[in-house]
């Protein structure tokens, strides 16, 4: 499974748009990338997932350069319930197999 | 929208005893997971279960553990003699068979061994 490396934490007030890299530089060709939100004592809950290019839902956007070496999360406006940490896992059919969690993105949203 | 139940929320046990947890995954998932996290450590990967047999275990998944899908809707992961590192918050995960799914997570059971 491809390492990831992000921000262990980070800090933004209401409203603003919150950008979140990892990076993966040794990321496999069949390997795709999600992210997970995690609240205190809550399991992680997926947020997006994609392979290249620009992925987009409800809830946020995924960014994936070309080389795909990393990636970012964007949150548009958040608000004091984004308050949460972050995960982003990276792997081929990974969605069959375990899941590695690193130590996650600490995002604090103040007012 | 469908999501993975789990019980108990809480539970407390005796070191030494047996504790059940239980799940109950989204309806036509076939992949199950179970996951622990210990208080202010990182999310760890227990077992992961496919057409009624393990797929994958971590080493923490030792003997005193076991899982089981009793009937077509419960997914249980069972210690048989607790111990006090067994403190932790476990969670159940679901997946269905798509070629893009993710995994996704029950609430948890906060597990107290004193």
């Known amino acids: 499974l491809a390492k990831t490396t992000q921000p262990i934490s980070m800090d933004s007030y209401e409203g603003q748009e919150v950008n979140i890299t990892c990076s993966h530089n040794?990321?496999?060709?069949?390997?795709?990338i999600t992210w997970y939100q995690q609240f205190p004592s809550q399991g992680p809950r997926f947020i997006i997932q994609?392979?290249?290019t620009k992925v987009t839902n409800e809830v946020a956007s995924l960014f994936i350069p070309a080389d795909r070496k990393s990636s970012t999360l964007s949150l548009p406006r958040v608000s004091l319930s984004d308050t949460a940490v972050y995960y982003c896992?990276?792997?081929?059919?990974?969605?069959?197999?375990?899941?590695?969690f690193g130590s996650g993105t600490r995002l604090q949203v103040q007012p | 929208e469908p999501e993975v139940t789990q019980t108990p929320s809480h539970q407390v046990t005796q070191m030494g005893q047996e504790v059940i947890l239980r799940c109950v995954p989204i309806?036509?998932?076939?992949?199950f997971y179970w996951y622990r996290q210990i208080l202010g450590q990182k999310v760890e990967f227990l077992v992961s279960?496919?057409?009624?047999?393990?797929?994958?275990k971590s080493e923490i998944f030792d003997d005193q553990f076991s899982v089981e899908r009793p009937d077509g809707s419960n997914f249980t992961l069972k210690i048989r003699s607790t111990k006090l590192e067994d403190s932790a918050m476990y969670f159940c995960?679901?997946?269905?068979?798509?070629?893009?799914?993710?995994?996704?997570f029950g609430p948890g059971t906060r597990l107290l061994v004193l």
């Open positions: 896992l990276v792997g081929g059919d990974t969605g069959r197999r375990a899941l590695t």
């Open positions: 040794n990321i496999a060709t069949n390997d795709y």
């Open positions: 994609g392979y290249k």
């Open positions: 309806s036509n998932h076939l992949y």
């Open positions: 279960f496919y057409n009624n047999e393990i797929s994958e």
């Open positions: 995960a679901s997946m269905g068979q798509g070629i893009w799914e993710t995994q996704y």
